[in-house]
């Protein structure tokens, strides 16, 4: 299986930085849904910081095939008015356990700004620019679990109906 390629991004000064042991996770896709996540890199620790609503500015949600042959899938792109999500504290360990379910997407340092309007420094996936990419519908089973963890972290609801409507026209023109 292949290793997620890890990236910094640009933009990321003047943001909260975590201790070494803990670092922001900015999840938009699946990993919403917290069950699916501690599935994949066990319990979240209770005394750091709680989940919490955030946003990354200047992207967009969309659902892209991987190869010719795969599903299509969460990520998201440039230019965009900004893709709403939810940052979890993780160990690197964590993220390690995590590079493992998400091949095909390099981890990459980003800011975002959560509802109290504070800066965070936060490692998001975002997929490997392939020649092979091409945005497409996602599963149903998939597309629940992503609105599952939505209104599990109460997302806006115009937001989720921008998830669904993105997921079904599978062109992913939309910039919201």
Known sequence: MRLVRRQLAH?????????AAS???????????TEQLVARIGPLDDAADKPRIARLANYRLVFQHLDVTSAAYADIVTPGDGVIGVVYRCTSEQ???????????????????????????????????????????????????????????HLPEAYMRQIEAIAQSGENKSEG
């Open 11 to 19: 933009g990321s000064r003047g943001a909260s930085i975590a201790p």
């Open 95 to 153: 993220l390690d356990r995590l590079d493992i379910h998400e091949g095909g997407y390099d981890r990459q340092a980003v800011t975002v700004i959560d509802e109290q309007g504070e800066s965070l420094s936060a490692m998001v996936y975002i997929m490997t620019p392939t020649p092979s990419l091409r945005f497409g519908k996602p599963t149903n089973a998939y597309l629940r679990k992503i609105l599952r963890g939505a209104r599990e972290h």
């Open 23 to 33: 670092i922001w996770y900015f999840a938009y896709g699946s990993n919403l849904w």
